[in-house]
Every structure is written in structure tokens, then in C-alpha cells.
């Protein structure tokens, strides 16, 4: 049942193996794509999630897959996972719903127009097919709208799919060749000697292991932390719907400041609020305040705030930042981050809807969910090994386009931990550029 959740079966349960060449902490697109590229190359992977596979972020997601709008520098890698996403559907033999429909910014007016010539830039440097389009060209792409645009930028060649079916067909084929995976597994801390990893202690006892990629999404920082390694990361909460099937009046993606959509394999539209998130506040929004100004000043609009996060979330100020190998943790105590959808944001959800299309007015939303994305201060990831701990690697942070990027960070990492060339610059995601005096560098908003 979507949205997935711990009272869902258990659908990998492979036994604890004593040892492991790689252990991948998070069943999310990171983690089970990382564990796909290392498994074509036969090594021996062992991937952990405390909850179920794809149960957080990499199944709540909208389901855009795109190079539109994305960092200059993530871009090359974006490129390449549009490349792997076709192929991975092919190899799947499952329908992940992987249609080439297109991503679209609308643009209200003359000045949100010239807004998109950095990208347009970045497109042209890259040869993507991106270009602009006047509100006539507008009206025939999406008919029935009832307000009329000054213009939009297009990729006709960015993607969609259905992330609730993808990643767990991704998890499958990861486990057809080999991936040993293991729910409601969760890793309580790492055994480190000599300054490198030695192995992993879970719930269900101890992996010895030499190579250990940290992907666990929201929940990365407060792991991380325990071992003295500091990120800066934060996650905000953002609401979804998907309708009932609907007449077809756009086949891709769109946005404009009020509504997202996208249509849907099930005849409906997925839906979201053009604007703002939520973050709750707690620790680590205050440990990591100073390094979220550049965002807060350039979007002072773009994020509410509650004092406080439910409980068992990461961020909460309940959530125990110590615990031992011994004792039970934050994640297996929260063994999905299941946020409910904010109501303020579903009725914006209706009202910018209705409003765009009064012809199919009153909307009717079949499902209503949320996700905690998580996201760092300059809105890129962190993709890197640990310098102070031998064999420990992270790819977390991922900033609200992970899902679309997910398996070129997993092509990416599975070489970084293999010690291979990358064929990327990763420099703009390594995990010092919050520690060595760098200036934060804003990628796109979330
Ligand atoms: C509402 C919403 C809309 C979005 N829209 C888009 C979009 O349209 N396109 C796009 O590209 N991206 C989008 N994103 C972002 C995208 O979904 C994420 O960036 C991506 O899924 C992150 O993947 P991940 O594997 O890093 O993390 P996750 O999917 O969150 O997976 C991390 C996993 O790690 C597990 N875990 C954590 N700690 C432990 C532990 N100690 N032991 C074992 N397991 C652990 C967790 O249970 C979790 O399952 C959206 C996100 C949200 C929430």
C-alpha cells in the first residue's frame, strides 16, 4: 500500500552475513542503486534498511526525472542517469511507468522569463534540447488552462516515472544478481579500528566489512554525528496528492508559483504546492543556522517553520543524539519517516488546481502523502569518502532531485568506493566544502 510503511510485508530478508566487501546503509535510490553497480561488477554487497525499501524520500517523490534547472556542476552526472534510467528499465522487465514526456517551468511573466537564461547557458554548454517558448506555444502544450503565460522553458527530453514502482524494481534487480538486502535491518553504529572500518553493528548483530557507504537520507547527519563526522544537513517537510484518472491535457511535467504536476501511468496527476516547505525546527537547525543564511536570504519566502518536529524524527529534540551497539537506536525506533501532509499546503494544493483548470474543477485527490526531503545548505549533496575514517563513503543530501539523479550517483559512488576513475568532477560535492572556509556556493532551489 502506497505510502509504503512498516505495516507493509517484509520483501527482502536475505540471512546476516558474517562478512561483506561493501555494506550500504539505506534502501532508498542511492543505496539500491549503488548496490546494482557494484553487483555487475560481482562484488559481494550487503545493503541495510531499518524500514523498507524506497519507504521514505525515493518513493514520495514527484517522479521528474531532469536535467532542466539542474546544477551546472550535477549536470554531467544527470545527464549520464537519464542514460542509466532507460537502460535500468529495459534490464527491470517491470513497467516503472519511464516515459520521455518532458519537464516544464511556466513563466507568469516577462521578468520570470529572463529568470531562465542561466539555465538556458547551462543547456546550450551541454546541448540539452531545452529551450523557450511563447504563451501561444504555452496554451497548445497544455490546453484548458485558465491563465495565460508569458512563456516557459521546455526539455522535451527529461523523464517521468513512477518512483513507488521504480525503486523497488531497481531493489529486485539488485537482488537477481546478488545484492544480499535485508529489511527492517537497522545500523546502529560502525566498528572502527586503527582509523578505518572494520565492520557494522545492526539490530540483528555484526557484519565485518572494509567498505561501508552511508546513504540513509534525513537520517545520514544523526549517524554520522555519532562517529564525530558533522554534516550540515537539514530536511523539510513537503506535501503531495495524486487525483483520480483525469482527461489527459498535459503528458509531462510543469510548474508555475501556485502548482506542480505530473501526469500519471494511472490516468491521474500527481500534485504539489509551488511554493513553500516546512522545516521543524530542532538542534541541528541551530547548530547548522549560520550555513543556511545564503538560502534563507535568497528565498525568504521559501520555507515555514514549527518549533518543534514529531516525535522519532531525526531533527526532533527528543531524538537521542547517543546510544551503543547494544542498545536500540533512533532508526529502528522510527522505522519509516511517515510526516503527515500539511493541511494548509493540500488546500493549496485544491485551490491552485481548480483554479489553473476550473473546467475539471472540483479536483478529486485519491491519495494524499508527505516526505522529509533532505537537503544541504548550498542545495547540492555531499558525494564522498570520509578523510577521517578509512573506508567510510557518503552520499546523502541529495536536495530534492535525488530520485531523477539516483542512479549516476550510484554509478558514480560504486566506482568511488571500487577506488575507479569516476569520469566526473566531484568537487563540488565533497564533504570539506563546509569545514575548509569555502563560501557557500547556492545550487537551484529545492
Ligand atoms: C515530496 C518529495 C518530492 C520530491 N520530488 C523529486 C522529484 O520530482 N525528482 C527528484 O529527482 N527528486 C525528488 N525528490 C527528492 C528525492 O526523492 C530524494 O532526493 C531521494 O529519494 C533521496 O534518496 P536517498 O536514497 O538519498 O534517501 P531515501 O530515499 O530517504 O532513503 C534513505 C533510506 O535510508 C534508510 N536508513 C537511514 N538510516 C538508516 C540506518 N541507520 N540503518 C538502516 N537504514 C537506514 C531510511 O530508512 C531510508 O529508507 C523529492 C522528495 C520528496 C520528499
Given at each position: 500500500?502506497?505510502?509504503?510503511?512498516?505495516?507493509?510485508?517484509?520483501?527482502?530478508?536475505?540471512?546476516?552475513?558474517?562478512?561483506?566487501?561493501?555494506?550500504?546503509?539505506?534502501?532508498?535510490?542511492?543505496?539500491?542503486?549503488?548496490?546494482?553497480?557494484?553487483?555487475?561488477?560481482?562484488?559481494?554487497?550487503?545493503?541495510?534498511?531499518?524500514?523498507?525499501?524506497?519507504?521514505?524520500?525515493?518513493?514520495?517523490?514527484?517522479?521528474?526525472?531532469?536535467?532542466?534547472?539542474?546544477?551546472?556542476?550535477?549536470?554531467?552526472?544527470?545527464?549520464?542517469?537519464?542514460?542509466?534510467?532507460?537502460?535500468?528499465?529495459?534490464?527491470?522487465?517491470?513497467?516503472?511507468?519511464?516515459?520521455?514526456?518532458?519537464?516544464?517551468?511556466?513563466?507568469?511573466?516577462?521578468?520570470?522569463?529572463?529568470?531562465?537564461?542561466?539555465?538556458?547557458?547551462?543547456?546550450?554548454?551541454?546541448?540539452?534540447?531545452?529551450?523557450?517558448?511563447?504563451?501561444?506555444?504555452?496554451?497548445?502544450?497544455?490546453?484548458?488552462?485558465?491563465?495565460?503565460?508569458?512563456?516557459?522553458?521546455?526539455?522535451?527530453?527529461?523523464?517521468?516515472?513512477?518512483?513507488?514502482?521504480?525503486?523497488?524494481?531497481?531493489?529486485?534487480?539488485?537482488?537477481?544478481?546478488?545484492?544480499?538486502?535485508?529489511?527492517?535491518?537497522?545500523?546502529?553504529?560502525?566498528?572502527?579500528?586503527?582509523?578505518?572500518?572494520?565492520?557494522?553493528?545492526?539490530?540483528?548483530?555484526?557484519?565485518?566489512?572494509?567498505?561501508?557507504?552511508?546513504?540513509?537520507?534525513?537520517?545520514?547527519?544523526?549517524?554520522?554525528?555519532?562517529?564525530?563526522?558533522?554534516?550540515?544537513?537539514?530536511?523539510v517537510?513537503?506535501?503531495?496528492?495524486?487525483?483520480?484518472?483525469?482527461?489527459?491535457?498535459?503528458?509531462?511535467?510543469?510548474?508555475?508559483?501556485?502548482?506542480?504536476?505530473?501526469?500519471?501511468?494511472?490516468?491521474?496527476?500527481?500534485?504539489?504546492?509551488?511554493g513553500s516547505n516546512l522545516l521543524?525546527?530542532?538542534?541541528?537547525?541551530?547548530?547548522?543556522?549560520?550555513?543556511y543564511?545564503?538560502s534563507l536570504m535568497a528565498h525568504p519566502f521559501g520555507t515555514r517553520?514549527?518549533?518543534?518536529?514529531?516525535?522519532?524524527?531525526?531533527?526532533?529534540?527528543?531524538?537521542?543524539?547517543?546510544?551503543?551497539?547494544?542498545?536500540?537506536?533512533?532508526?529502528?525506533?522510527?522505522?519509516?519517516?511517515?510526516?503527515?501532509?500539511?493541511?494548509?499546503?493540500?488546500?493549496?494544493?485544491?485551490?491552485?488546481?481548480?483554479?489553473?483548470?476550473?473546467?475539471?474543477?472540483?479536483?478529486?485527490?485519491?491519495?494524499?502523502?508527505?516526505?522529509?526531503?533532505?537537503?544541504?545548505?548550498?542545495v547540492?549533496?555531499?558525494?564522498?569518502?570520509?578523510?577521517?575514517?578509512?573506508?567510510?563513503?557518503?552520499?546523502?543530501?541529495?536536495?530534492?532531485?535525488?530520485?531523477?539523479?539516483?542512479?549516476?550517483?550510484?554509478?558514480?559512488?560504486?566506482?568511488?568506493?571500487?577506488?575507479?576513475?569516476?569520469?566526473?568532477?566531484?568537487?563540488?560535492?565533497?564533504?570539506?566544502?563546509?569545514?575548509?572556509?569555502?563560501?557557500?556556493?547556492?545550487?537551484?532551489a529545492i
Amino acid at each position: 500500500m502506497f505510502p509504503f510503511s512498516e505495516a507493509d510485508p517484509v520483501r527482502h530478508s536475505s540471512p546476516l552475513p558474517k562478512t561483506s566487501e561493501v555494506v550500504i546503509i539505506g534502501g532508498g535510490v542511492i543505496g539500491v542503486s549503488t548496490a546494482l553497480f557494484l553487483a555487475n561488477r560481482d562484488v559481494q554487497v550487503t545493503l541495510l534498511e531499518k524500514g523498507r525499501i524506497a519507504a521514505e524520500q525515493s518513493s514520495r517523490n514527484w517522479g521528474w526525472i531532469r536535467k532542466q534547472g539542474r546544477d551546472a556542476d550535477e549536470l554531467p552526472i544527470v545527464i549520464e542517469a537519464c542514460r542509466l534510467w532507460q537502460q535500468l528499465a529495459d534490464e527491470c522487465g517491470e513497467d516503472i511507468g519511464l516515459r520521455q514526456t518532458g519537464v516544464t517551468y511556466l513563466a507568469r511573466t516577462a521578468k520570470d522569463m529572463a529568470g531562465f537564461e542561466n539555465f538556458m547557458k547551462i543547456a546550450a554548454a551541454h546541448d540539452l534540447d531545452t529551450h523557450l517558448v511563447d504563451g501561444d506555444r504555452v496554451q497548445s502544450m497544455m490546453p484548458g488552462m485558465n491563465r495565460r503565460f508569458a512563456g516557459a522553458m521546455t526539455t522535451p527530453s527529461d523523464m517521468r516515472a513512477e518512483p513507488w514502482l521504480a525503486v523497488p524494481a531497481l531493489a529486485r534487480l539488485a537482488a537477481r544478481k546478488g545484492v544480499r538486502i535485508i529489511e527492517n535491518c537497522a545500523v546502529r553504529a560502525l566498528d572502527i579500528a586503527g582509523g578505518a572500518v572494520a565492520a557494522v553493528w545492526t539490530e540483528q548483530g555484526k557484519i565485518e566489512t572494509s567498505s561501508v557507504l552511508v546513504a540513509g537520507g534525513a537520517w545520514s547527519s544523526l549517524f554520522l554525528r555519532k562517529h564525530g563526522v558533522s554534516i550540515p544537513q537539514l530536511s523539510v517537510r513537503a506535501t503531495v496528492a495524486a487525483t483520480e484518472p483525469l482527461p489527459e491535457f498535459h503528458a509531462g511535467a510543469a510548474i508555475e508559483d501556485d502548482i506542480a504536476f505530473r501526469r500519471r501511468q494511472d490516468g491521474g496527476y500527481t500534485l504539489a504546492p509551488g511554493g513553500s516547505n516546512l522545516l521543524y525546527v530542532g538542534p541541528d537547525a541551530f547548530r547548522h543556522a549560520t550555513k543556511y543564511l545564503p538560502s534563507l536570504m535568497a528565498h525568504p519566502f521559501g520555507t515555514r517553520y514549527l518549533p518543534k518536529a514529531p516525535a522519532g524524527f531525526p531533527d526532533s529534540w527528543l531524538t537521542p543524539r547517543e546510544w551503543t551497539a547494544e542498545t536500540i537506536s533512533p532508526f529502528e525506533r522510527k522505522r519509516v519517516l511517515n510526516p503527515a501532509p500539511g493541511k494548509s499546503e493540500l488546500d493549496a494544493i485544491e485551490r491552485g488546481f481548480n483554479s489553473l483548470f476550473p473546467q475539471l474543477k472540483p479536483v478529486r485527490l485519491k491519495t494524499t502523502w508527505a516526505g522529509m526531503i533532505d537537503a544541504m545548505p548550498d542545495v547540492v549533496p555531499v558525494v564522498d569518502r570520509v578523510a577521517a575514517i578509512g573506508g567510510l563513503f557518503v552520499a546523502t543530501g541529495m536536495s530534492g532531485h535525488g530520485f531523477g539523479i539516483g542512479p549516476g550517483i550510484g554509478r558514480v559512488v560504486s566506482d568511488l568506493i571500487q577506488g575507479n576513475e569516476i569520469g566526473h568532477n566531484l568537487q563540488r560535492f565533497r564533504l570539506s566544502r563546509f569545514t575548509d572556509g569555502s563560501p557557500i556556493r547556492l545550487g537551484p532551489a529545492i
